[in-house]
């Protein structure tokens, strides 16, 4: 087979409380970089790491991560509803894979995802049913947290499976850098936001929008420096992203829950997606090469924002 690897970073605030121009120009930039990437690749099947806010998983049962048979968006701060185009036969192939390495990975014959699945095939692809995928969820949010090791024995184990599949195949991660927004936790929420966290019950559209616009006015007032946010950390995003261009995906097992929230912030777990696509394109092909990487602070999405692109060699 022939795997390349692709990172992204998501904001749900992207478009609605948008940095200068200078800076989204760069940012534009990096994602050309990436979809001329991804066009001269030409994947026949996309491997997508991304993690939920609450949307698809919750805590009546949160699986560490989850492979989808099939899946739906659900269209939430704008992003695009609808099926994605999941490669069923690919998934359940990658699932056995993963199971017979010894991983227990958790299936999902109807998976809900929200914006951290549908950004990246929308901005990379032009829509979330354009690519046959395989989805995979990955915790970032909702503790306990595993260590970061089985993230990377994840990634492994996938691909190791994917290199069975004899396709090209590009592994995705969305998610992270550095970033603290205004996610809900259960531990001392209200009953009836704790009700929701664990049962799961859609919201009204009333509900959806009023959650939105507290996310984009946090980012305005983070952008402005007035929030009581954890600030982005470029040093630990450039960190992370020095381990993943030189293959060093070992050094992230010593690296603690407590330690990355601290230095990261609250959704900083996110970065778990970038491990398991890059120790996926590291397992698939023995050793790669980091082709692109761009890295930027934007307070106005609340997010430490990077794009790479590495091919297996």
């Known amino acids: 087979m022939t795997a390349a690897a692709v990172g992204l970073s998501h904001s749900p605030l992207i478009g609605k409380n948008d940095p200068a121009p200078d800076v989204l120009d760069r940012v534009d930039q990096a994602v050309d970089t990436a979809r001329d990437f991804i066009h001269?690749?030409?994947?026949?099947?996309?491997?997508?790491?991304?993690?939920?806010?609450?949307?698809?998983?919750?805590?009546?049962?949160?699986?560490?991560?989850?492979?989808?048979?099939?899946?739906?968006?659900?269209?939430?701060?704008?992003?695009?509803?609808?099926p994605l185009s999941v490669d069923t036969d690919a998934a359940k192939a990658l699932a056995?894979?993963?199971?017979?390495?010894?991983?227990?990975?958790?299936?999902?014959?109807?998976?809900?995802?929200?914006?951290?699945?549908?950004?990246?095939?929308?901005?990379l692809f032009g829509g979330i049913d354009r690519v046959p995928v395989v989805p995979v969820f990955v915790n970032g949010v909702a503790t306990p947290l595993g260590p970061v090791s089985r993230i990377r024995a994840l990634g492994t184990a996938v691909g190791e499976a994917a290199a069975d599949l004899d396709k090209r195949v590009l592994f995705l991660a969305s998610g992270g850098l550095s970033h603290d927004p205004p996610v809900p936790v259960l531990e001392?929420?209200?009953?009836?936001?704790a009700d929701a966290l664990i049962e799961g019950h859609p919201p009204t559209p009333e509900q959806r929008a009023k959650g939105e616009e507290?996310?984009?006015?946090?980012?305005?007032?983070?952008?402005?420096?007035?929030?009581?946010?954890?600030?982005?950390?470029?040093?630990?995003?450039?960190?992370?992203l020095d381990h993943l261009e030189k293959g060093e995906l070992a050094e992230f097992d010593s690296w603690t829950v407590e330690g990355m929230a601290?230095?990261?912030?609250?959704?900083?777990?996110?970065?778990?997606?970038?491990?398991?696509?890059?120790?996926?394109?590291?397992?698939?092909?023995?050793?790669?090469?980091?082709?692109?990487r761009?890295?930027?602070?934007?307070?106005?999405?609340?997010?430490?924002?990077?794009?790479?692109?590495?091919?297996?060699r």
Request: include cysteine; proline fraction near 6%.
């Open 40 to 82: 001269d690749f030409a994947p026949e099947l996309v491997v997508l790491y991304a993690p939920d806010h609450y949307n698809g998983f919750f805590y009546k049962e949160m699986p560490p991560f989850c492979l989808a048979t099939e899946a739906h968006a659900v269209g939430d701060f704008g992003s695009e509803a609808g």
């Open 96 to 123: 056995q894979g993963v199971l017979d390495r010894g991983v227990d990975l958790t299936v999902s014959a109807r998976m809900t995802v929200d914006h951290g699945f549908a950004q990246p095939l929308e901005v």
């Open 188 to 193: 001392g929420a209200p009953p009836r936001v």
């Open 214 to 240: 507290r996310v984009i006015r946090a980012g305005r007032e983070y952008a402005a420096g007035s929030a009581g946010m954890i600030p982005i950390n470029p040093a630990w995003d450039n960190r992370l």
């Open 262 to 292: 601290r230095e990261g912030g609250g959704s900083a777990h996110e970065v778990r997606t970038w491990i398991a696509a890059y120790a996926s394109l590291a397992a698939a092909s023995g050793s790669y090469e980091m082709t692109s």
């Open 294 to 312: 761009f890295y930027e602070a934007i307070p106005a999405w609340i997010a430490g924002f990077a794009v790479t692109t590495a091919k297996g």
